[in-house]
């Protein structure tokens, strides 16, 4: 079946350590998506990604990378330099986000501090 | 600035006993609204999308129905396994790019 698969489901960073967290799709959708997910309050985008090697900056990007090298790949690196990493980190995709259709979402990474 | 408000925060509703969930969006220019269900620890799971005022769709007890200022979500005789947080988000027509998340209704049934 076709779908999201985002790893690990946990990830603990210790002060100062990078760490990455993968989304894999096997859906040939076009566009990808990172958000963040805290309590009481609704998704939040951190970056986003419409066709390979180019991505744009969400409304949270800062303390974050991504690379969107291959088709089905996008990753999201956590930096040293986001200072309030711990939240639910949600990626989704679709084909054509310009014709409406619906996002898909993976089942997550819940990413603590050490 | 383009809002998605959603309520109740949070419902509780014995099994069997209908209600509704409250989406109010305020944008400039509707290309889409979706609902989404969120089990814990689980990323949202698509239910509907809704593009125009007037349209509505059904899926087992659920239904969904559009405004211009608001969604519905109506739950007939919910049972147990219908408890989860609802998601509603909007995508404006001038910026397709980014979804405009609620901040969720937490739906708990009992039986």
């Known amino acids: 079946d076709g779908g999201i698969t985002q790893s690990p489901k946990y990830l603990f960073r210790k002060e100062g350590q990078n760490v990455t967290l993968s989304c894999e799709q096997n859906?040939?959708?076009?566009?990808m998506y990172w958000y963040r997910q805290d309590p009481g309050q609704g998704l939040r985008l951190i970056y986003y990604?419409?066709?390979?090697?180019?991505?744009q900056k969400g409304d949270i990007a800062e303390g974050y990378s991504v690379s969107r090298e291959k088709k089905e790949s996008f990753p999201l690196t956590v930096t040293s330099a986001q200072k309030n990493p711990t939240a639910f980190y949600l990626c989704?995709?679709?084909?054509?986000?310009?014709?409406?259709?619906?996002?898909?979402f993976g089942d997550g990474t819940r990413l603590s501090i050490l | 600035e383009d809002q998605v408000t959603q309520s109740p925060e949070a419902l509780r509703l014995q099994e069997g006993e209908s209600s509704s969930l409250n989406c109010s969006y305020t944008?400039?220019?509707?290309?889409?609204l979706f609902w989404y269900r969120q089990d814990p620890g689980k990323g949202p799971e698509f239910l509907f999308t809704?593009?125009?005022a007037g349209e509505e769709k059904e899926k087992e007890r659920l239904k969904a129905t559009l405004t211009k200022k608001e969604s519905f979500l109506h739950i007939t005789a919910p049972k147990p396994e219908d408890s989860a947080t609802y998601l509603c988000?909007?995508?404006?027509?001038?910026?397709?790019?980014?979804?405009?998340f609620g901040t969720g209704t937490r739906l708990q049934v009992f039986p």
């Open positions: 989704a995709s679709n084909r054509d986000s310009s014709l409406g259709q619906p996002q898909h």
């Open positions: 859906l040939n959708h076009d566009a």
């Open positions: 990604s419409q066709i390979v090697n180019d991505f």
């Open positions: 944008v400039s220019g509707l290309r889409g």
């Open positions: 809704l593009y125009s």
């Open positions: 988000a909007v995508l404006p027509l001038y910026n397709t790019d980014k979804l405009i």
